[in-house]
């Protein structure tokens, strides 16, 4: 069992049913455990004939609970309901959709359902057949209409080797959905959804032979929490990344990333990227120089010590400003070593972008490989916010709360002068 206390986590009873998915169940059992939540398992008797209750005893916050007559608590039908934040039903079978919708309460899950307020989320998983019948479409119409969320099946293998609709959604999906639910709950907004955003992420490499690059020390990681954060706000996210982190299951489930090496790469990604995006945070420490020529094999000692010849790489976030659509808002970062707030404020007027992220790489713990950094988020619009070392989570949402402003101060504009 994970070592996790109840004390600020949200609660999540995610309920397991006896379909051939079940085992896909214990994957979405980490991820809401990796993801902070408290998981209180419970399977169906049908569930335990598909995977041992112990896996995910092994994997959650409490172990799997399986009868309503089993468990020392004075109330064992309303325990897990009425401390629940949230009730994750996945894989959801059939059988479980309509005693569902029929308000039947004949086993813990369903009775777990019945004494909860929070809000449910059910995922089914069944052979086309069954998915297709009026019964099982009656019952998803009524669930909805008093306002379970379903994340739809989808098409693919299922069991007994047929191919078609109605396989369990990956359990990164329904974990985006859980975690977007709990986000909403907490007073977070999607005020990210429908929105394309576009990161850079990580320093460039530029190639002196085939085995040596300049580069710098950015690890990625403050692009990477700003791709965490806007999944989490509700936006598809597109990550050109210079770094090779890995992003968490459920950032990479709404993100497309695009690798890149070099500033010449990044460039490349970034322009034919940015037209379709409605926000650019070039997060990125794209080089400033290169060498002029890469030499095609290794230089060796005996050839002496080389005399790098360097040119100027391309202004990525110039270029992006340059090639701006209407109402597109563009973030820029400035990494300072000193005369911080001057050259932040001389930066941002020089490049046109509509907030620059400022930080003071000098100060400890801040910026580069450190997990938290210090920012003041300098804006055209006169405002100027400025964040304490913090998370790099805390930083990434305060930079998309100057840009919801932004976005909806154009808004606001627009319908004004219509
Ligand atoms: C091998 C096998 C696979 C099954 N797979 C599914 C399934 O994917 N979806 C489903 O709705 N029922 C499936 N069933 C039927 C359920 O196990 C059965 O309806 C059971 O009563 C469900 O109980 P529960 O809803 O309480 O978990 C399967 C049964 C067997 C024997």
Known sequence: MAEQSREGAPVVVLGVCG?????????????LSDAGC????????????????????????EPAQLSLYGEQHPSPHTRLGQMA???????????????????????LLTATVAATRAQLIVAPAMHTEMWEQASTQAAIALLKSRGVLVVDPEAGRLAGGDTGFGRLAEPAVIATAALSQLHLRNGGTRDLEGCSVLITAGGTREAIDPVRYL?????????????????????????ITAARLALSPLTRAATTVIEVESAAEMAEAVYSAAPSADVVVMAAAIADYRPVAIATKKMTKDLGVPALQLEETEDVLAGVVARRRAGQVIVGFAAETHDVLNRGNAKLKRKGCDLLVVNDVAQPEVGFDHETNAVTILGSDGLTTTVDLSSKAIVAHSVFDRVTRLQSTSVRERTLSD
Not at 19 to 31: F, S
Not at 45 to 60: M, N, V, Y
Not at 220 to 239: E, H, I, N, P, S
């Open 215 to 239: 580069s710098n020390r950015s690890s990625g990681k403050q692009g990477y929490a700003l791709a965490d954060a806007a999944v989490a706000r509700g936006a598809t996210v597109t990550l």
């Open 38 to 61: 408290y998981v209180a398992p419970v399977l169906t008797e049908a569930a335990t004939r598909f995977i041992a209750p112990l896996t995910f005893s092994a994997l959650a916050a």
């Open 19 to 31: 379909g051939i998915a079940a085992y896909k169940a214990v994957e979405l059992c980490r991820l």
């Open 85 to 107: 934040d949230l009730v994750v039903i996945a894989p959801a079978t059939q059988n479980f959709l309509a005693r569902l919708a029929s308000g039947q309460v004949d086993d």
